[in-house]
């Protein structure tokens, strides 16, 4: 994989990655936030700090109408020989969420990605999402993914099954596509899946899981900036 594909195309699928808790909080409380210490950035399959430990912190706001809005932030290392890139992303949003019923809710959301020391990075990002019975399914769309004038769509379906108290298993499928993949040869989507199992008490929370793409050959990186190989992902965190 060239540095040029790897950086317009795959590398910086970087942004977001709310917990579920963290956003469904958005309908229930005025205010709440999550620290977060996990062993790999992942998003959308993509190693964001070379496979290397991430810190993380989010905070949001809610009105009793719906609406919210947040903030997120991590570090980040995309660095290459000859570019040095940023090192933090900070993440901004603010979006409408309403209730269908007592198990099914819908939301939409406007992200600013944000990547201080190379804003050309910097681009907006919107979504809608459907909570149902555990489920939940989204779709995200920009027409000018990191400044490329390019658009990347992704889709994910996710459920989290409770088979104990305060235990869950946790499912993750996501299908990228888009002319921001797209490499005039052929390639231009792919599929990102986990499998996890999460728990909390008092606060604080503990999820293991498996996480994989279906990148293969030149397009799946084994180590360092930009991994995509398969990995174990542990992730504690502290909700208040």
């Known amino acids: ?128 999402g459907f909570d149902f019975y555990g489920a939940r399914a989204a779709y995200w769309y920009t027409n000018d993914y990191s400044g490329t004038d390019l658009d990347l769509h992704y889709v994910d379906l996710n459920y989290s099954w409770g088979f104990a108290e305060n235990w869950s298993l946790d499912f993750h499928y996501g299908y990228n596509f888009g002319d921001a993949l797209d490499d005039g040869e052929g390639f231009d989507s792919y599929s990102d899946y986990s499998v996890g199992i999460s728990t909390e008490f008092n606060g604080f929370g503990i999820s293991l899981a498996y996480l994989d793409t279906d990148l293969s050959g030149d397009y799946e990186v084994e180590d360092g900036v930009y991994k ?9 965190s502290y909700s208040f």
């Open 1 to 128: 994989m060239t540095k040029t594909f790897k950086k317009t195309r795959l590398a910086l699928l970087t942004g977001l990655t709310l917990s579920a808790s963290l956003l469904s909080s958005a309908a229930f409380a005025e205010f709440s936030g999550e620290v977060s210490l996990t062993n790999d950035y992942r998003f959308r399959g993509v190693s964001q700090t070379a496979g290397d430990v991430a810190l993380q912190a989010g905070v949001d706001w809610s009105a009793d109408n719906g609406f919210f809005v947040g903030a997120w932030g991590s570090n980040v290392d995309f660095d290459e020989e000859g570019y040095e890139g940023p090192e933090l992303e900070i993440d901004v949003y603010v979006g409408y969420w309403g209730e269908i019923s007592d198990d099914a809710s819908w939301d939409v959301t406007l992200y600013r990605y944000n990547y201080p020391g190379d804003s050309d990075l910097d681009y907006l990002e919107a979504s809608v």
């Open 228 to 236: 995509t190989k398969a990995t174990a992902l542990l992730a504690l």
